[in-house]
């Protein structure tokens, strides 16, 4: 209920009530919040000594922050855990049941459950706005060094390997700055030329690593967060209208003058079938699906390769087909549902919450790069954007109606201090300015 004091109404509790809110955040702690989220994603495609660095580091500095969160009232940081444990729990349901007998199967499942869960979870230390546009920012300046580290390294079968990663690997943090770049830039936190020189560096290092299944999926999702930027009512942009055609330029460019792309980008888009039915990847695709017709229960964690016979990949570099093989048609569908459900959710929301439309955007970018070369352990990336996805759905990110469409919020007249509510009873001289016309009722 709403209590008035010597002091001005607080808030106390009830459905009528309104949350007190956090103290603001300084900008050091914004970082170190993104800076967690982002080395626990990409540590591994930097140096050796780097990465281990970046991840006991972060893994250091993860913990006291989740346990903070979690201890917090109120905290949607335990909204994002409750969902993040009971995916992970489905996924890791199967092994559990019948524990694998590969080699490859137990690292599998050691990795599932500590280093993917745990990056997962790490994304409830963002609390709100500012720390996804700090995490955007930041993911951005990981994406940069690695396109750089690529342009200037030395290729690998004519594939750049940035700091000795797999290429795929790299070309998805590089294409997943783009998505962050992007929306920056259509949030007007850069300015034209920033976001078109970081934008051109970017893509020539996506290029270089000549991987296309990051390129395709960067190119869907830059429209979807474009189109869900269109669909924003809080805010009146020209800046959507302009990416959407300059994204339709780009389209019409690569379809009059192909020659401009990069070899393998070039066989791809002039002559798909090689790719869709001659490729390994295609070969791969038609050993999978008979195994998941007949085995709906999935052949288990890891021994994929004994059931398709190849020796040489342990996994069909499909996420999508990863899931239903090994671990069965019930697991495959239920994680399909809950990307599905949280991507309707995100499109929904991207009418009135500008972040939601950077989470969609990245939920989209890493559906479509797993569907090119993915596995359970290397979609780190997939699992953290569903996981801000959940966050965002949880309201972390939405603007509250005191500070809307940069509003100030509003001073009592006594205290100076921000309203807390529209909820609340009106102080003594609101009402003498408008006179009571029945008994006084008290929110909640």
Known sequence: MVMIGSRGPTAVGGPGGQERPRPQATVASVVVRAVVVVALLNFDLFPRLVGRGLLITAVVLAVPLLLHEVLSRPSRARVVLFWVLATFGILALPPILEPPQTEYGQQKFVLLVTLT???????????????VDAFAAVFVVSGLVLAVAA?????????????GANPIWVARAIGGAIVALTWLYLQKRLSVWWAAGAGTLLLLGLFATGSR?????????????????????????????????????????????????????YAFVVDPSEELHG??????????????????????????????????????????????????????????????????????????????????ALVTFYAVAVSTS?????????????????????????????????????????TGRADASRFL????????????????????
């Open 279 to 360: 490729s390994a990847r295609a070969a791969m695709r038609d050993v999978t699906l008979p195994m998941i017709a007949e085995h709906p229960g999935g052949v288990g964690f890891g021994n994929w390769s004994y059931y398709a016979d190849m020796p040489v990949h342990n996994y069909p570099h499909n996420l999508w087909l990863e899931l239903p093989a090994e671990s069965g048609w019930w697991v495959a569908g239920a994680f399909a549902l809950a990307v599905v459900v949280v991507a309707v959710g995100l499109w929904r929301s991207s009418r009135r919450d500008a972040a939601a439309g950077f989470a969609l």
């Open 117 to 131: 869960l745990f990056a997962a979870l790490a994304v409830a230390v963002l609390r709100g706005r500012r720390d």
């Open 213 to 265: 299944g990051p390129l395709l999926a960067a190119v869907v999702a830059l429209f979807v967060l474009v189109l869900a930027g269109l669909r924003l009512k809080i805010r009146r942009t020209r800046r959507e209208w302009v990416g959407l055609a300059l994204m339709g330029a780009l389209v019409l460019t690569v379809i009059a003058l192909p020659s401009l792309l990069p070899p393998r980008v």
């Open 151 to 163: 342009l200037v390294g030395d290729p690998e079968n004519g594939r750049a390997t940035g700091f």
């Open 425 to 444: 009873v009106p102080t003594s001289r609101e009402a003498g300015a408008r006179p009571r016309t029945g008994p006084s009722k008290a929110a909640g």
């Open 374 to 414: 993915g596995d359970v352990n290397g979609d780190r990336p997939l699992f953290a954007a569903l996981a801000l996805g959940v966050l965002v759905l949880a309201g972390a990110t939405r603007t509250t109606p005191s500070r809307r469409a940069g509003e100030q919020p509003a001073r009592h007249s006594a």
